[in-house]
């Protein structure tokens, strides 16, 4: 019983609340806060302070979430060795990536290869992705940069240029490339802190000098697209995610190499196990590099 609570806990501290914590578990809200509750009654603790519908763990939360961590891992890796034995025709894999476009081809590969491992995907910035490894909440991501950390062993999988696009009434719309310098003082629309493409265009333009004008910060590549189709702001974005629309004008940049790079990335004391391994796998064998 005692494991059940335990899992019950270690959901609700990972998605920070109840009523996520009932959706990833597919369990009733009721259910976990009872087994929450029987688990601080139990060891006469306090796990959570609650405020509303948002939960923050105490001192003994954070200690035992660091506990959880690794039995949550462990028992996927008993998953694994099961899996072997019986044939490896079952499971999950939990995939995280920046977006659809990094990731899809190798998901579709993995998916073709082993029809019996349902994956469950999760998109969202590389910091999100990053912390999903790290308290076990996925078990690979597909990141734009490489993540510096030695917890985390990543696997390079390909490399595209960052790309300016335009409104069609842009003065730059005629035009196939532009240089650097002429973004100075530009009317910019951005995607939010902790986007690759954000940080490696910032990063070209402190190099070269160039002030620009962020005008608006956005949380998604489709938002930048509408912004920038209504003529808010100049945008930037991979190549590989750009999507031609006749309100837009990609440009390339011709002096300044800006790119990203999508990785595949597991936790480095997770690398061996055989689901994961088998992504790899998958992921060697479609990288463009």
Same mark, same amino acid.
Request: hydrophobic content about 40%; overall charge neutral.
């Given at each position: 019983m005692i494991f059940t609570q335990l899992r019950s806990f270690h959901a609700v501290a990972a998605e ?41 763990m105490t001192d003994a939360g954070e200690a035992l979430f660091r506990i959880t961590r690794r039995i ?65 909440? !996925?078990? *690979?991501?597909? @990141?734009?940069?490489?993540?510096? =950390?030695?917890? +985390?062993? #990543? ?106 790079? !999508?990785? *595949?990335?597991? @936790?480095?004391?997770?690398?061996? =196990?055989?689901? +994961?391994? #088998? ?11």
């Open positions: 920070k609340g109840f009523t996520a914590a009932s959706r990833v578990l597919n369990v009733g809200q009721p259910t976990l806060t009872s087994q929450v509750r029987a688990l601080e009654e139990m060891f006469r603790v306090e796990l959570f302070h609650r405020r509303g519908r948002e939960v923050e949550i891992d462990l028992e996927g890796e008993a998953r694994d060795v099961l899996n072997a034995f019986g044939g490896f025709h079952t499971g999950t894999l939990r995939v995280g990536a920046v977006g659809p476009f990094h990731a899809t081809e190798m998901l579709s590969g993995f998916s073709e290869r082993y029809p019996g491992i349902r994956l469950a995907v999760t998109v969202g910035n590389s910091r999100e992705m990053v912390n999903k490894l790290l308290d076990y909440s !996925a078990d *690979v991501a597909v @990141l734009a940069h490489l993540e510096d =950390s030695p917890h +985390i062993f #990543a696997m390079p999988y390909s490399r595209h240029k960052v790309a300016v696009f335009v409104n069609k009434s842009h003065r730059f719309a005629k035009r196939r490339r532009i240089r650097i310098s002429e973004l100075e003082g530009e009317r910019m629309v951005l995607r939010e802190r902790g986007s690759t493409t954000r940080l490696a265009f910032e990063g070209a333009l402190k190099e070269h000098g160039v002030t620009i004008d962020p005008v608006m910060e956005i949380g998604s590549r489709e938002a930048v697209w509408l912004a920038v189709a209504r003529g808010i702001g100049v945008g930037v974005v991979s190549d590989i995610e750009f999507i031609p629309h006749p309100d837009l004008h990609v440009l390339e940049v011709s002096d300044a190499d800006i790119y990203t790079t !999508a990785h *595949v990335n597991c @936790l480095m004391e997770r690398r061996n =196990s055989r689901l +994961i391994e #088998a992504f790899f796998e998958v992921a060697r064998l479609t990288k463009r590099l």
